[in-house]
């Protein structure tokens, strides 16, 4: 008896397709997901983008750039697009490096100030280097220790010679002065070294990379946020837009739901005989989907803002924006969702699985910017990055409501293709 209750529980499983995608589906795309987000990541180091800044310009500065530019792990930028000639290029300044770091375009920035090169290593206390500045933002807390670990190893790696002559200066001014012999004998070694450096310019940048030895601070950096000191915990708006969109997609496909309800009750039959058409019903649940969706975003922010100090009313235009481009490509996404699928049960195990999904490469689960670079690609062409992206454009970066045009254009026209859709897909209840 046993064992044919189980295979009569078995057999209602198989034939129950929703609750099949639940049970095997769904856990293997998640393990598959975060498996290639996690997998290689214990010997790899994220790629990050940097902006750096020659202001010296001397021999020394200039190994120390090629150096960086030689890291497989970082995204060197020393130029940009003029404002208006996208065609011409031109150098990063201090100024335009800080901007560029408040805009979101780079989490760090390097500047290399003038006598750099006469000075470039630090040895004791008297013989501190010229500091390099580096300008983070602090929503990104990886990204300075990652820029710090390979400007050490860059430093040591491209300028063993001006180690070396400072070493011997160093050497000289607290242990002695050296006698002809000794110095004749440093030099004909300083120029050996010279000579090695020119051989090894013409070498692969692989064969120059040396390992990082732990070795650290032979570089003098000083440190500074430029982004996120004068905000009021606004990381809050992060984990407020991350979480609440991933909830919404689920609202939205449950309440969008209710088109399955009519149809299979005849209500949706009662509905289209009358004056209403598939397009005005459909329409009218979009838009109660809208404000259903941004009500839940309010209530969301809200609480952050009382009980997070999150704050809110000083991005309320912003804020507004987001919400509703947020909203209505969400609501559309569940009527699409409603209008593909024939029952509840099938709406729920597609619906999980496709908003799990969504959420864990879209950032609502696990920041983006910690992602390889073809996950956090593949973001992309989901709701829940574009809509972060913008929150975080409003509460954390302070910037304008015309910097929003790419994520509320996204939206929109996500909004306007899956709502397209929907309605071509519900043409089968007007014809049942």
């Not at 006598?115 to 933002?137: C, K, R, V, W, Y």
């Not at 090695?196 to 003098?220: C, H, M, Y």
Request: one cysteine or more; glycine letters at 8%.
């Amino acid at each position: 008896m046993i064992l044919s209750i189980a295979r009569t529980a078995l057999v209602a499983l198989r034939r129950d397709r929703a609750s099949l995608a639940l049970s095997f589906v769904l856990p293997v795309a998640f393990f598959s997901i975060f498996a290639v987000i996690f997998g290689g990541q214990h010997n790899t180091t994220p790629r990050v983008t940097a902006i750096v800044v020659d202001q010296d310009q001397s021999q020394g500065s200039q190994q120390l750039v090629n150096a960086l530019k030689q890291e497989g792990s970082l995204n060197v930028l020393t130029d940009h697009s003029s404002k208006g000639k996208s065609a011409e290029h031109e150098p990063y300044d201090a100024a335009s490096a800080e901007a560029a770091v408040k805009a979101g375009d780079a989490p760090v920035a390097l500047i290399i100030p003038k006598g750099f090169g006469a000075h470039p290593i630090s040895f004791g206390p008297e013989h501190a280097g010229t500091s390099i500045q580096m300008l983070n933002d602090s929503s990104d807390p990886i990204a300075p220790q990652v820029v710090m670990g390979l400007l050490q190893k860059a430093a040591m790696t491209s300028m063993p010679e001006a180690m070396a002559q400072q070493g011997m200066d160093y050497s000289s001014q607290y242990v002695g002065g050296f006698t002809p012999e000794q110095k004749k004998r440093m030099e004909e070694g300083l120029a050996d070294l010279r000579k090695e450096l020119q051989t090894k310019k013409n070498e692969p940048a692989a064969a120059q990379a040396s390992d990082d030895n732990g070795f650290a601070g032979i570089v003098r950096v000083d440190k500074r946020s430029v982004v996120g000191q004068a905000q009021n915990n606004n990381i809050i708006s992060y984990y407020a837009a991350a979480i609440g969109v991933m909830f919404l997609l689920f609202t939205a496909s449950g309440s969008a739901g209710s088109l399955l309800d009519e149809a299979e009750s005849g209500a949706l039959d009662r509905v289209l005989s009358s004056r209403v058409t598939m397009s005005t019903l459909l329409g009218g649940k979009l838009f109660y989907n809208t404000l259903l969706a941004f009500l839940q975003l309010v209530i969301m922010f809200l609480w952050g803002w009382a009980f997070f100090k999150l704050d809110f009313f000083a991005h309320i235009p912003g804020f507004i924006v987001m919400g509703i481009c947020s909203s209505v490509a969400i609501a559309a996404f569940g009527i699409l969702l409603a209008s593909m699928c024939h029952t509840r049960a099938q709406l729920g195990a597609v619906s999980t699985l496709l908003i799990l999904m969504m959420s864990a490469i879209g950032g609502s689960m696990f920041p983006r910017y910690l992602m390889p670079p073809a996950v956090q690609k593949a973001g992309l062409f989901t709701i829940n990055a574009w809509a972060i992206e913008g929150f975080n454009k409003v509460f954390w970066y302070d910037q304008p409501l015309t910097s929003l045009w790419p994520q509320v254009s996204v939206l929109l026209a996500v909004a306007l293709v899956l709502f397209l859709l929907a309605r071509r897909i519900a043409r089968r209840w007007e014809y049942a």
